[in-house]
């Protein structure tokens, strides 16, 4: 089973800067080389989520959306199960939820479908983030 918790969402001005933080846990058999994505999602109401960031765990290669492309960085702590998506030059247009995203396990040589929210298997419950005018 796996669990994420989101946090570091809150009330930003246009312009300003965000981290966000998404602690994971799993279980883990010991020896195996883990093969899966994290990722950070974000939905505004009356709109459909929608993919921001990711990461492909077994060797920390990152992607982003066009809309974040320039202004985030996702990044890890793997000792300690957690992910970061740094916000920079927040916009009025990046307020929503954010959720933390997490694949099932695959073998070495799958390729994920980052930006399609079905690849993932676990979710957290979200962090807000509002950027005012």
């Known amino acids: 089973q796996v669990h994420l918790i989101e946090s570091g969402g809150g009330l930003v001005q246009t312009g300003g800067s965000l981290r966000l933080s998404c602690a994971t846990s799993s279980r883990r058999i010991v020896g195996t080389v883990a093969n899966y994505a994290m990722g950070w999602f974000r939905q505004a109401p009356g709109k459909e989520r929608e993919f921001v960031a990711a990461?492909?765990?077994?060797?920390?290669?990152?992607y982003y959306a066009d809309s974040v492309k320039g202004r985030c960085i996702m990044s890890r702590d793997a000792a300690n199960n957690m992910v970061y998506l740094q916000m920079n030059g927040l916009k009025p247009e990046d307020t929503a939820l954010y959720y933390c995203?997490?694949?099932?396990?695959?073998?070495?040589?799958?390729?994920?479908?980052?930006?399609?929210?079905?690849?993932?298997?676990?979710w957290g419950q979200g962090t807000q983030v509002t950027v005012s005018r």
């Open positions: 990461m492909r765990w077994i060797d920390g290669r990152t």
């Open positions: 995203a997490r694949s099932r396990d695959y073998g070495s040589d799958y390729a994920f479908t980052y930006e399609d929210s079905h690849e993932y298997g676990y």
